[in-house]
């Protein structure tokens, strides 16, 4: 009795301990993330497709590298393997020309590289040994095509099937968006039902662009996530993992891959650059913002961007629905991106670029297919999405696109009640915390210029700067000022906003690349960043000032040469008068346009 009574306490301590620590154990594992949206709930609709399904409760990570595929793919020879550029010979140039035409990239070459040939692995070193959780989320992915070139739709198709994981991946849906080439139909089912038994192709009776032709795939999808792809991509190594892992810790999250270029002649598979926060100008042209300090300090790990890029991303199907997808009030293409940016950010979700996910895109050199003709469908689009998201921000669209305050955008009854339903919040929030930045890059309101005029040296008085007479091309002289003479000036140029100096009427900058002292001063199309082109003017010094590294615009005045020394306050020859000076905008020099 005593040794059973010792039993059952021992038995009642011990479940005691255990369920404190299950009900621990889960907690810390379940992973809830801050504002509750738990994976519980994510995956409370996966369980009901099959006792296979389970909650996720597991912090554990894994290794998700396919080693074996890795393995096989390095020995891989042949046109374009490894994502090397590759070339037709002379006897293969036949179709080139007209594929090229109906395509705008090289689609004869296409054919000629294996359907599931090799990539390089480009990804940092760091994602080469990342783990990811155990347990990750479905995934359909979703393509849709217009009279895409069959190698290049069918690489995309085998690319993804190759480089996932097969128990992530449920499906691969193309939408076939009324395309009219043949291949488009029995052929391409016909190719699927034998060769990839995940993917699928659907038909769609009329052209709807890619806006509702995403969304009809999104609705015949089954799994968790969502993933959204053009149909000429090839998926890199490992892709899925990345791209899933921060949808598993909170499924109101939108990740998208690094996108990588497939060159269009050569179909090279290479980098873009090392990755930067999507952004807008106030025409609605898509801008990209740099990476912040933190980001830069963890090159791997996934950073939160402003607006995607457009074409390529993950979203989990609950929060997509949500959401309201996107709005079907949206024409063949455009403004897509932004509209589901703003909603993402302002409705409670977030948005990351996941840089150890890379998936390449054949970036066309120009677009094939002639517009339907539906008038000015994208500055419509573009309407819908400012008059529901932005506010009072739509303004600044209207100042530099007046023709769309006259636009019809339609009824938007229920992209508004959406807003209100999901108690989205204002677009200056955005603004403010989201894409802080942008304003100082992209001024709503255009600041004036610093100043403009002719560019008169103090040491030699009777010259000027001068982007008339060269002895070598766009190489920057001096010459004999020329104001108040008849004889068309050269003389003529403006301290922007962006720091850099143009030749008036001209997007020509000043710039200089050599390091060195008595560097040339050459005119190269303006880019607004800065860095070779950046110039200061110092009223007090007359100085104007290059770069970063402090040398001075001066001049030789016997050769008529203009070059850059470095700062010397005993030097006549570097001291410049500029004709007008905006004395309001130079006090507030570090204030401008510094992002
Ligand atoms: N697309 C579509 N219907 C259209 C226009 C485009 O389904 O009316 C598809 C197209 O085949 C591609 C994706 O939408 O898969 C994005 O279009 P595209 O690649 O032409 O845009 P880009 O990448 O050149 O900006
Ligand atoms: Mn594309």
């Known amino acids: 009795m005593r040794r059973n009574f010792k039993a059952i306490s021992k038995f009642l301590f011990l479940s005691g301990i255990s369920v404190v620590c299950t009900v621990l154990i889960y907690r810390l594992l379940s992973n809830k993330p801050k504002n509750g949206n738990s994976l519980n709930d994510l995956f409370a609709r996966r369980k009901a497709l099959g006792p296979e399904e389970v909650l ?24 374009g393997e490894q994502g090397k550029p590759a070339f037709l010979s002379t006897n293969e140039m036949n179709n080139y020309e007209k594929l090229y035409k109906v395509n705008g990239f090289n689609a004869a070459l296409s054919d000629k590289i294996a359907i599931d040939r090799s990539v390089p692995d480009i990804r940092h070193e760091g994602c080469k040994t990342k783990k990811y959780l155990k347990q990750l989320p479905s995934v359909s992915v979703v393509v849709p095509f217009h009279n895409e070139h069959w190698t290049t739709l069918l690489r995309t198709a085998h690319s993804v099937v190759k480089r996932s994981p097969p128990e992530l991946l449920k499906e691969v849906i193309l939408v076939d968006d009324a395309s009219t080439k043949e291949f488009s139909k029995k052929p391409l089912d016909d190719y699927l039902s034998a060769n990839l038994s995940k993917v699928r192709a659907i038909h769609l009776p009329e052209r709807s662009g890619l806006i509702r032709a995403r969304l009809a795939g999104a609705r015949e999808a089954i799994a968790d996530v969502l993933i ?16 899933l892992e921060p949808i598993a810790q909170d499924y109101k999250t939108c990740v998208c891959p690094f996108i990588d270029v497939i060159q269009y002649e050569t179909l090279e598979y290479r980098a873009q650059d090392e990755g930067a926060r999507g952004a807008f100008d106030w025409e609605f042209f898509y801008k990209r913002l740099p990476l912040l300090p933190e980001d830069l300090a963890h090159p791997t790990e996934p950073f939160k961007s402003p607006i995607m890029a457009g074409g390529l991303f993950a979203i989990s199907a609950k929060f997509f629905w949500e959401l309201g997808g996107y709005d079907e009030g949206l024409d063949i293409w455009g403004g897509e991106q932004y509209e589901l940016s703003f909603k993402i950010w302002q409705c409670g979700g977030q948005m990351y670029d996941a840089p150890c996910s890379r998936v390449g895109h054949i970036y066309r050199k120009y677009a094939p297919f002639p517009n339907p003709g539906k008038g000015d469908f994208v500055g419509r689009n573009y309407k819908r999405v400012a008059e529901v998201w932005m506010d009072e921000y739509a303004e600044y669209l209207y100042m530099r696109r007046p023709r ?40 709503p309101i255009e600041p004036d210029d610093f100043g403009s005029g002719e560019i008169r040296n103090v040491g030699a008085p009777e010259l000027c700067v001068d982007a008339g007479y060269k002895d070598r091309d766009s190489v920057l002289q001096v010459a004999k000022c020329v104001k108040g003479t008849s004889k068309k000036s050269d003389q003529n140029f403006t301290l922007t906003w ?98």
């Not at 959204?228 to 791209?243: C, G, K, Q, R, V």
């Not at 229920?414 to 204002?426: F, G, H, M, S």
């Not at 603004?431 to 001024?443: G, N, Q, R, T």
């Open 56 to 79: 996720i409760l597991s912090s554990e990570k894994i290794d998700w590298h396919n080693y074996d595929l890795i393995e096989l793919d390095s020995k891989r020879q042949g046109p």
């Open 228 to 243: 959204f792809l053009d149909s000429h991509t090839e998926a890199n190594i490992n892709w899925l993992p990345p791209l």
């Open 404 to 443: 769309y305050k006259f636009i019809d955008s339609g009824d938007l009854t229920k992209q508004k009640a959406i807003r209100k339903e999901l108690n989205c919040k204002p677009f200056k929030w955005f603004m403010e915390k989201v894409a802080f930045d942008l304003p100082l890059k992209y001024p």
């Open 498 to 595: 962006h720091k850099d100096i143009r030749v008036c009427g001209k997007s020509l900058c000043f710039d200089i690349s050599d390091p060195n002292d008595k560097a040339d001063v050459t005119l190269f199309p303006c880019h607004g960043m800065k860095g070779n082109q950046y110039w200061k003017y110092d009223m007090e010094k007359q100085w104007f000032l290059h770069g970063a590294n402090n040398r001075c615009l001066d001049c030789d005045p016997g050769k008529m040469k203009l070059y850059v020394r470095s700062c010397d306050d005993s030097s006549k020859t570097q001291k410049w008068r500029l004709e007008n000076v905006n004395l309001t905008m130079i006090a507030n020099w570090e204030n401008i346009g510094t992002a």
